[in-house]
């Protein structure tokens, strides 16, 4: 199996302003959000980070996307170091997430054209990428629609194909069906399976124990921004199912639940 993404010992500590203090009702001046956290997803797989809100995901998916650096540890992807190497790094992956908002007065068109020229693809290969992803998603007919005009599900098959434009071999996906109806969210969901089928290899955040079972090769489960269990789904289900599991390791590690 090749290691495409390797994440070794992350941590990441936010300040938290006063009015963030008052809110969350504590006096810390600072808060762990990413704690040491190290795993290491394959080609070809699709790799879910499960974990409740606040457990760390969003930044460790952050972190890996090369938006925002660490301060311990780094993570390779495909040999390349976000701390060193980040343009190598933006080139291969693409990152999603539910609550990329597009710029409501442009269209599909444009926003394909726009991104294609941000990654610098090639003119001729994104002429044929863009009819192939247009034609998959049925965008065709919207091409020349304003976002603003489009519905919920379009918006978000938009920004799916906008955030591959540049064919990454790792796709990040911040909670990918969060907010979105059935049918939306199986559009979503076969596409990371139809990328997972092109050998991509693929790292979704999600607090939704059904879609990592659906879904996922392996999973992570992160409590308090440390990686509380990491082994294939398989491994992980062999004797509870997965609620069961994630309830028992979070009372382990963070006490009773709510
Ligand atoms: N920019 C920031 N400044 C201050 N604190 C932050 C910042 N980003 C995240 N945090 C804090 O770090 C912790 C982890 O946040 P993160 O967004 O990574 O969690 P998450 O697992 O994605 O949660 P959710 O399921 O709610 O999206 C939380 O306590 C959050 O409040
Ligand atoms: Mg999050």
Redesign the pocket.
């Known amino acids: 199996m090749q290691e495409l993404l390797v994440v070794k010992d992350l941590r990441k500590t936010?300040?938290?302003s006063k009015k963030?203090q008052k809110i969350d009702h504590t006096k810390e001046k600072t808060?762990v959000?990413?704690d040491r956290l190290s795993f290491t997803a394959y080609k070809g797989e699709i790799f879910g980070l499960l974990?409740?809100?606040?457990?760390?995901?969003?930044?460790?998916l952050r972190m890996i996307a090369s938006l925002i650096s660490p301060d311990e540890g780094d993570v390779l992807v495909d040999g390349f170091s976000v701390r060193t190497q980040a343009g190598q790094v933006r080139g291969r992956i693409g990152f999603l997430t539910s609550e990329l908002k597009l710029e409501e007065f442009f269209t599909p068109n444009y926003l394909y054209e726009f991104f294609s020229e941000l990654h610098g693809v090639d003119k001729k290969i994104r002429a044929e990428r863009k009819a192939k992803l247009f034609a998959a998603f049925g965008i065709e007919k919207f091409a020349e629609v304003k976002i603003a005009d489009l519905s919920t599900g379009m918006k978000q098959k938009v920004s799916l194909v906008v955030s591959v434009v540049h064919d990454p071999d790792i796709i990040i996906f911040?909670?990918p069906t969060n907010g979105l109806d059935v049918l939306t969210a199986k559009v979503v969901t076969d596409f990371l399976l139809d990328l997972k089928s092109q050998g991509k290899t693929i790292i979704v955040?999600t607090?939704i124990f059904s879609l990592v079972e659906k879904i996922c090769d392996r999973v992570g489960v992160?409590i308090n921004?440390t990686m509380a269990l990491c082994d294939s789904l398989e491994n992980v289900t062999k004797e509870k199912d997965l609620e069961t599991v994630f309830f028992e390791l979070y009372k382990e590690k963070a006490g009773d639940v709510a």
């Open positions: 936010f300040r938290i963030q808060k959000a990413v974990g409740s809100n606040g457990a760390g995901k969003t930044t460790t911040d909670e955040s607090h992160v921004g």
